[in-house]
């Protein structure tokens, strides 16, 4: 409609957030499910941190900010 020339309609992914290889991409509503393939990719988190953050964050809910704590690692081991 905007750009009627354009080519690119068969790469459209109808999702929130699209990851392929490095490029990852996200529409206004993938903010949150966006920067969760960011931060997997860059290996921040440990799997069941990045699920506990993913819950914290899409959910607010008190009991997905503790388990999210509970598997930081602690001091102890070399943060």
């Known amino acids: ?3 009627p020339d354009y080519k690119g309609q068969g790469f459209y992914v109808d999702e929130p957030a699209v990851a392929d290889n490095n490029l990852i991409t996200a529409g206004s509503t993938g ?3 966006w920067a ?3 931060i997997e990719r860059l290996d ?3 799997p069941n941190t990045l699920e506990a ?3 914290y964050f899409s959910t607010s809910k008190a009991e997905h900010f503790f388990t999210l ?3 930081l690692p602690s ?3 070399g943060v």
Do not use: P, V
């Open 36 to 38: 969760r393939q960011i």
């Open 1 to 3: 409609m905007f750009c």
């Open 44 to 46: 921040i988190f440990a």
């Open 31 to 33: 903010g949150l499910l």
């Open 53 to 55: 953050w993913y819950n």
């Open 69 to 71: 704590m509970q598997t």
């Open 75 to 77: 001091d102890k081991e």
